[in-house]
């Protein structure tokens, strides 16, 4: 157990469906992250939050959107997704944006039909 | 683009040997450098981290040698295990200071044999 937890761990969707992905850190971390792995792929950082503004948004469609209510919690709003977008959507978290050791959640594994 | 390049793709060890995994950043370094371990169906898991100023970090089996003048780094895995068995990502710091962000190599995918 990280202290980072994501929800759900495995989810199907159409590419009409409207879906959300949890993360929650019981760290007491300031900054949170939104990260996309595909196979044979480096890990691609999508967003980053800090004390709950968004710092980051690495060009991604707008068909993700990301939601960071406060600094333990960080959502990420699906809608209209394409088949490309199935991968492992990882959460992770560090103490803030002044030390980037970063701590992961066991991400959700996306398909998309 | 930032990148870091990370060598090999692949690697076969023999239960007892030294698996060593390379990785080469670009940018300046200024924060730490981190390696994550990952089992399959699990999220990356930190595994030992180096600041810049430091040439060589120890814990347990793992250790990293870090050189600032060449932008290299690397993991030594000593009297490695088949519990070893995973994929091995290294990252270095991204962007400029104060932005938390990690650039990944592609990642190494490790096999100890028993």
């Known amino acids: 157990e990280t202290g980072v937890t994501q929800t759900p761990r495995h989810l199907v969707m159409g590419m009409t469906n409207k879906k959300s992905l949890k993360c929650e850190q019981h760290?007491?971390?300031?900054?949170m992250y939104w990260y996309k792995q595909s196979a044979k792929k480096p890990l691609e950082l999508m967003f980053v939050?800090?004390?709950?503004?968004?710092?980051e948004n690495n060009s991604v469609p707008s068909r993700f959107s990301p939601e960071c209510p406060n600094s333990s919690h960080l959502f990420l709003h699906l809608h209209t997704l394409q088949p490309e977008d199935s991968a492992l959507y990882l959460c992770?978290?560090?103490?803030?944006?002044?030390?980037?050791?970063?701590?992961f959640g066991a991400g959700t594994r996306l398909s998309v039909l | 683009q930032q990148q870091v390049k990370q060598s090999p793709q692949s690697l076969i060890v023999q239960k007892g040997g030294i698996s060593i995994i390379n990785c080469a950043y670009e940018?300046?370094?200024?924060?730490?450098f981190p390696w994550y371990q990952q089992f399959p169906g699990k999220g990356p898991a930190l595994l030992i981290a180096?600041?810049?100023?430091?040439s060589e970090k120890k814990e347990g089996r793992f250790t990293i040698s870090f050189n600032k003048s060449a932008k290299q780094f690397s993991l030594h895995i000593m009297d490695s295990q088949p519990g070893d068995s995973a994929t091995y990502f290294c990252?270095?710091?991204?962007?400029?200071?104060?932005?938390?962000?990690?650039?990944f190599g592609q990642g190494t995918t490790l096999q100890v044999k028993p």
């Open positions: 992770a978290s560090s103490p803030g944006l002044n030390k980037n050791i970063q701590y």
């Open positions: 760290l007491g971390h300031n900054a």
């Open positions: 939050y800090n004390f709950k503004e968004q710092t």
């Open positions: 940018n300046t370094a200024f924060d730490y």
């Open positions: 180096i600041r810049p100023d430091v």
């Open positions: 990252a270095a710091p991204g962007g400029s200071s104060n932005t938390g962000k990690l650039i």
